[in-house]
């Protein structure tokens, strides 16, 4: 891991879309109690969508983007494909390795620790994605990703699942769902799955390659107006067709399934636009600065701000009536339920925590910091 004394050229839009996305991913897990949530930041129970589950696909999307950019670089500078590789294959294991250690903190209890996670996915979806894009042409690219798309589907509505069928697309029955529970008995999220389950990484790929095919439109020899508007019929007929499938394949975050990936890929393709639009043609700049503080510090913000809510939900101290709770229960409780309805203090207790970490983040974006991996 490494810090840059400067900002090297990037593509503003990109980083505040990137920030705006890890400051969703921040403040969606952080709320003063699982048990009072607003919807909108739950999300989905089973199929349908929330704009909770934009933020996971959003930022897959944006790796895919990001490595047009990155590799582009890298390339100019002299990297061959196995340069390439070796840079690939370090950044995958040191953010995978992260992720392990979000979920061994403190106790670091190997026997059941929980290996899918939110990083761990990230590491391995970069890691596919990053060999597709450096060893197969454009054209490979674009039928293998509908080709995973397309036998995702038919594996999950025809291959039986003992004691379900095929078919089942219910949290314990589904083909992805059995996949984990075999191979990964005792270290899954749920008894009997994971929402970043093995099976449901391929489609996950996908979503980082719509994220890749949006990078290389973007830095084609097209005017910026050409650039906008294909992101925007693109991410319409993303979305149309992710609607149609939803109908034999619901839309599901949780198996991530193929419906999923095209509807949430046109979405971000909308988000995209939007931030490309007003920032790059129209150069409206003045509210991007929050934004860029997180996007330019993307991993650092999300491992630093997890590590320390995981902290504050170990750490115990005593509160009035001399009950031992956890430190986050105590601010909780004697900070916000004190003023606020509990459903409103949940929700402040969140863009607090987010306001500290924007706090802590803006320092290292004025020092002119950033961590890399």
Request: charged share 15%; hydrophobic share 50%; net charge positive.
């Amino acid at each position: 891991m490494k810090s840059s004394d400067e900002l090297s050229t990037r593509l503003i839009s990109l980083d505040v879309f990137r920030g705006l996305t890890i400051a969703g991913m921040i403040l969606v897990n952080n709320p003063g109690t699982w048990s009072s949530i607003y919807p909108a930041l739950k999300h989905a129970d089973w199929h349908g969508w929330t704009p909770t589950d934009f933020i996971f696909p959003f930022f897959l999307f944006i790796l895919g983007v990001s490595m047009v950019f990155s590799f582009k670089k890298r390339i100019e500078k002299g990297n061959d494909k196995n340069k390439l590789f070796i840079h690939v294959l370090k950044r995958s294991l040191i953010i995978f390795a992260l992720g392990m250690f979000l979920h061994l903190f403190p106790y670091f209890n190997f026997s059941t620790v929980r290996i899918p996670g939110v990083l761990q996915r990230i590491a391995t979806v970069y890691f596919i994605t990053s060999l597709i894009y450096i060893f197969l042409s454009n054209r490979t690219q674009i039928i293998l990703s509908i080709t995973i798309l397309v036998l995702y589907w038919l594996a999950m509505m025809l291959i039986p699942v003992p004691g379900y069928g095929a078919g089942n697309l219910t949290p314990d029955g589904n083909l992805a769902a059995y996949i984990d529970y075999t191979l990964l008995k005792g270290h899954l999220w749920r008894p009997k799955w994971d929402p970043e389950g093995l099976l449901s990484t391929f489609p996950a790929v996908v979503t980082s390659m719509i994220g890749v095919f949006t990078g290389k439109w973007l830095i084609s020899n097209r005017n910026k107006f050409e650039i906008t508007s294909g992101m925007y019929v693109t991410g319409s007929i993303l979305i149309i067709l992710g609607i149609i499938w939803d109908m034999w394949f619901p839309i599901n975050k949780y198996i991530w399934t193929s419906s999923y990936v095209l509807f949430m890929g046109g979405m971000a393709l909308y988000f995209l636009g939007f931030c490309y639009y007003i920032i790059e043609i129209k150069n409206k700049r003045f509210w991007t600065q929050p934004f860029l503080v997180f996007g330019t510090n993307a991993i650092a913000s999300f491992f630093l701000s997890s590590l320390v809510a995981k902290m504050m939900g170990i750490i115990k101290v005593f509160n009035s009536s001399g009950n031992q709770v956890s430190l986050k229960a105590f601010i909780f409780n004697s900070l916000y339920k004190l003023y606020f309805s509990e459903i409103n203090a949940s929700l402040f207790f969140a863009l607090s925590y987010l306001i500290f970490w924007y706090m802590i983040m803006l320092i290292l974006y004025r020092k002119r910091i950033f961590i890399k991996i």
